[in-house]
């Protein structure tokens, strides 16, 4: 069976084994090959197999893919023969049926098909391990590509962790304890994921008793070197010492005489960014001392193992960005159900209602509530800040202001009390600001009350532009209790159309970095002079001009607008 050899980079000297008929390359989790370097496309490549022949075919990646320093074009699918090299982005591999792996006596392994099935031998397998005990090449290589397929074939890092070990116990039979540990993320502690312990004895046979755990009455040493694995972790480099308690290359510790560690190797798990996220380390307290060829394995196995636990980490973080990405829908629709499904339909009047949250929840929130004796009350609010906090206390706060406005009957005590409940609560740097009106349908009286929320504005019908509220004006809710809160009334006459809004419409920001609204240029109140039309109608028309205002720019904050007036 083929393989990839990569030609570059800390991984190589890689050997992928192309056991798939369709071996997916790219960016994405469940390629069979993930690469990480920038330009690579989530589907980037892939080999297959055509009649018993490998091919290569790029699949439409954005930066190409290179066969023998040539483009491959995108769909077709390009014979590959032994010796070809592949370039993808950065990365460079080999195509190769016949590899060599280094050995002190420079074995060779062949690769080879055989009707569909691959055969390993090799030239000469007399090489022998460090320690006396016999490890030919071709298991030396089976155990490298049976960690690699163990590593590609899972997303399970605490899974495949102590399959690692074994292997690496069977190719190292001088080692003692294995240990695979890993930075935590967040905290950066020091988590073991596996460990293995092999409890080495003298028997006639010469063989020796693997222990997985520990016996009651011989306990598996678990404890492990701090400054062996800090050493490794800050230079980011294999360390191989065959004296430990001696090696004047290794920091000075108690820990490594009373372990009494005789022989060591730690590689650091490097990902290809070049951070170490753990380290695999093996040691020994027998005369058996580990070899620069056997740290030049281990540190292979790291550099792969570091890559799928990396890839392992990216899909547990998708898995979760899902779910809260789930969540966050699922709070959209409750945020949205506390809004009116509709706008009110009052003979003689036109209502416009607009919410739009900068994030999936937002702060923001409107409400009609029918009062008696032929009346309406029209709140409008904006809770500090934005997300899930601020949504929130709006879900309560909208229940709390529907009873208050229904009991007292007149804007400025329900705000009054309103204030008093959210100063209760006792939440710190959380305030809201709110316009509560009551607007008489029959005689087109609004009597309005403000806590610390921008102006109401009133388009006459003669296109003349009034701010009421503004002498009224309260503090905002929540940022002293017993205040005391007044209300004013405006007579509203045929033609005339009231617009009450956030500050997500006036805060709007355009590709220079200009807000919409300020004292030096009013655009809200000039656009309202100069439109004319129905409420509706004057609604749009602001929205509209605020998206052609900001076109390109993120929204920075929830938007909410009503219009109404007497047509």
């Not at 636990?309 to 945020?335: G, T």
């Not at 045929?494 to 920001?509: C, E, F, L, W």
Request: charged share 25%; aromatic share 6%.
């Amino acid at each position: 069976m083929p393989f990839l050899r990569r030609e570059n980079g800390e991984q190589r000297g890689q050997c992928i084994d192309l056991k798939e008929e369709a071996f997916l390359i790219g960016r994405a989790p469940d390629c069979n090959l993930v690469l990480d370097p920038q330009g690579v496309s989530r589907r980037h490549a892939q080999i297959g197999v055509d009649s018993g022949h490998y091919y290569l075919e790029d699949l439409g990646s954005r930066n190409t893919t290179k066969l023998n320093n040539q483009v491959v074009p995108p769909w077709q699918r390009l014979p590959l023969n032994p010796g070809d090299r592949i370039n993808i982005c950065d990365v460079e591999f080999v195509y190769l049926t016949r590899m060599t792996v280094p050995e002190s006596d420079a074995s060779e392994v062949i690769v080879t098909d055989h009707g569909g099935e691959s055969t390993i031998h090799t030239l000469d397998a007399s090489s022998t391990s460090s320690g006396g005990t016999r490890v030919s090449a071709e298991r030396k290589l089976e155990a490298v590509l049976d960690i690699t397929r163990n590593l590609s074939s899972t997303v399970q890092i605490d899974a495949v962790a102590p399959k690692v070990l074994d292997t690496l116990f069977e190719i190292f039979p001088s080692a003692e304890r294995a240990f695979l540990i890993l930075k935590d993320p967040q905290t950066d502690r020091l988590l073991r994921k596996a460990f293995k312990h092999r409890q080495l004895r003298p028997a006639r046979t010469g063989l020796q008793r693997l222990h997985d755990g520990a016996s009651k009455d011989d306990e598996a040493p678990m404890n492990i070197s701090r400054s062996i694995v800090n050493h490794v972790l800050d230079r980011k480099q294999a360390v191989l010492s065959q004296d430990a308690g001696n090696d004047a290359n290794l920091p000075v510790a108690a820990s490594i005489a009373d372990l009494k560690i005789r022989s060591v190797m730690c590689a650091p798990l490097l990902t290809p960014d070049g951070q170490a996220i753990g380290i695999i380390q093996l040691d020994t307290t027998s005369a058996r001392q580990f070899q620069q060829e056997d740290l030049d394995l281990l540190a292979a196995v790291a550099c792969q193992s570091a890559i799928s636990i990396q890839n392992a980490r990216m899909y547990e973080d998708m898995l979760k960005q899902e779910r809260v990405n789930r969540d966050l829908r699922l709070a959209e629709q409750v945020q949205i159900s506390f809004l009116p499904d509709s706008v009110p339909e009052v003979s003689g009047y036109q209502f416009f209602a607009y919410y739009h949250a900068a994030n999936n929840v937002g702060g923001d929130y409107y409400d009609f509530v029918p009062l008696p004796g032929n009346r309406l009350g029209i709140a409008l609010a904006d809770v500090s800040g934005k997300g899930i906090p601020a949504a929130l206390m709006m879900a309560k706060f909208s229940g709390n202001t529907r009873y208050c406005i229904l009991t007292e009957n007149a804007p400025a005590p329900a705000v009054t009390i309103l204030n008093d409940q959210l100063c209760e609560a006792g939440l710190e740097e959380k305030f809201i600001t709110l316009s509560l009106s009551v607007l008489d349908l029959d005689s087109g009286k609004l009597t309005l009350s403000s806590a610390g929320h921008l102006p109401v504005l009133i388009r006459r019908a003669n296109g003349r532009v009034e701010e009421h509220g503004v002498d009224i004006s309260g503090l905002p809710l929540g940022i002293l209790p017993d205040f005391p809160y007044q209300q004013v009334d405006v007579q509203l006459e045929r033609g005339d159309v009231v617009v009450i809004y956030s500050d997500g419409i006036t805060d709007a920001r355009s590709p220079r970095d200009e807000i919409y609204h300020s004292v030096d240029k009013p655009r809200l109140n000039n656009r309202l002079a100069e439109l004319s039309g129905s409420p509706e109608a004057v609604g749009r028309a602001i929205l509209q001009e605020i998206r052609e205002f900001s076109t390109g720019e993120p929204q920075a904050d929830d938007m909410t607008m009503i219009c109404f007036g007497r047509v």
